[in-house]
């Protein structure tokens, strides 16, 4: 197959720009669910296993009034009744349980402010929007500045395991901005994983220019991991100019970084 100069000078450019730049903006999509779901698991092991030395450290101290060691020991109680409250309401959501956003947000602040804060409010969204996705995606844009952001990702990773179509036309319809279009590209990546032809079909059908680009790269990026000599191939049949020179680029560099002899033979082909 013959290709164009353009084809080729855009998939040079891309090379030299350097592989290690591919490795970062598009390596594959994290299983956000499996690594927050174990992350969680260790918080909540580790927490549970440190309050335990700590009681019993507590209880050790012969300077300490005994008042002082109920306080002490009082406050480590609430803190474990909070983990497991948590892990319970977690527990009934995965088995088909109900959430609401009142309930969400008493979970949400039963926590102090601090790492195993943040740790539960993702797990809370990714857990949540796999069972619900709108209805998480709403309660998330309830909240304020950090906790919204972190929450509507986690949520929307959630969703996209469940519905990917539905987490995907979501994130087409937010206002344009270059993190919401860095959405459409990681929600069509997730989609094209599991459906690629529908990803494909429903990035091709966008009627704005740059989600059009961002959703058909993502479908191209996802592609190109399992054969990008194929991704490279459609890529350069795309009509869009525009489109057609993005998709190009990321299934050049995607080639490039796993072949580099082939990917240059194809691009002066």
Known sequence: MKFNISSCLIAVA???????????????????AAAEGARVRNKESSSLSSRGSRS????????????????????????????????????????????????????????PPGRERRHMLEHLANVWGRRNGQVAIEWAESLDGSDRRRALHSALHGWSEEDPAGAAQYVAELPTSEQNLHLVHEMAHRWAESDRTAAMEWGASQGDAAIRSRAMGGVVSSWAETDPAAAANFASTIDNLFVKHQALEIAARRWASQDTASAMEWAQG
Do not use: C, H, N, W
């Open 56 to 111: 019993r450290a507590i209880s050790s101290q012969p300077d300490r009034s005994d008042s002082d060691r109920q306080r002490e020991e009082s406050r480590e109680e609430g803190a474990d009744g909070v983990l497991g409250s948590f892990r319970d309401a977690m527990e009934k959501l995965q088995d088909g349980g109900s959430m609401d956003a009142k309930t969400a947000s008493q979970l949400l602040q039963s926590f």
């Open 14 to 32: 891309a090379f030299a720009a350097g592989i290690a730049v591919d490795r970062v903006v598009f390596s594959p999509v994290e299983d956000t």
